[in-house]
């Protein structure tokens, strides 16, 4: 079956430093793959996403590059801020077939002055 | 916003008893999708429908049941609530498109004391 493997938390990094979280997968054919956010007390929230192999997913500052060969989907932030705190998810959705998200255990972030 | 509303936000109750969480999806979306976040479990995958019909089925106790109306909107019912049911949670919907994205609701917190 699909599944996420993500890297552990919690990260505890400071300001402006370089972010990377790891993420593999597991799945037959070319799956959709996500990274979405959680700040606190909050719910859900699409970071970026890639629909296809080397596609680069990129907002508010955050990448992501969907790696075929190495199954994996790394986010990453060249100057974090503190505002980044946050838990973040990485998720797959298998390519056709109108399937649900599989998630990532999901990173805890946070982010020092 | 994602344009999927979820009511109520947040719901104390006590064990024994049942509630029931709405969730109205995006405009235009069919399908919906339910999961459940607790502390020490990550996000559970528990319930999908698509267009009235249930589509996928995942980690969904027997006193959980849900339903997909014709106006789209879903409902999740929880009953013979135990404390371990607390948790938050979230609905979602994607329309049926390759590579979609899956939207998030802003969850609803249910604590069962």
């Known amino acids: 079956g699909n599944s996420v493997t993500q890297m552990e938390g919690p990260v505890t990094l400071s300001e402006e430093a370089f972010l990377t979280i790891n993420c593999t997968y597991t799945?037959?054919?070319?799956?959709?793959l996500f990274w979405y956010v959680q700040y606190p007390g909050e719910g859900l929230q699409l970071l970026l996403k890639?629909?296809?192999?080397?596609d680069k997913g990129s907002n508010k500052g955050f990448e992501a590059t969907y790696r075929k060969e190495t199954t994996s989907f790394h986010l990453e932030k060249g100057s974090v801020q503190v505002s980044d705190s946050a838990v973040y998810f990485c998720?797959?959705?298998?390519?056709?077939?109108?399937?649900?998200?599989?998630f990532g255990t999901g990173t805890r972030l946070t982010i020092i002055p | 916003d994602s344009g999927v509303t979820q009511t109520p936000k947040h719901l104390i109750t006590a064990t024994g008893q049942r509630v029931t969480l709405r969730c109205s999806p995006r405009?235009?979306?069919?399908?919906v999708y339910w999961y459940q976040q607790s502390l020490d479990q990550g996000l559970q995958f528990l319930i999908q429908?698509?267009?009235?019909?249930?589509?996928a089925k995942g980690n969904i106790l027997e006193r959980f049941s849900a339903q997909q109306f014709p106006d789209l909107h879903s409902e999740l019912n929880l009953s013979s609530l135990e404390l371990g049911d607390s948790a938050l949670y979230f609905c979602?919907?994607?329309?049926?498109?390759?590579?979609?994205?899956?939207?998030f609701g802003e969850g609803s917190w249910l604590t069962v004391v």
């Open positions: 799945a037959t054919g070319y799956p959709s």
């Open positions: 429908y698509y267009n009235g019909e249930e589509r």
């Open positions: 405009s235009g979306d069919l399908s």
């Open positions: 890639a629909t296809k192999a080397d």
């Open positions: 998720a797959l959705r298998p390519a056709f077939g109108n399937e649900k998200l599989t």
């Open positions: 979602a919907s994607s329309g049926y498109v390759w590579g979609n994205t899956i939207y």
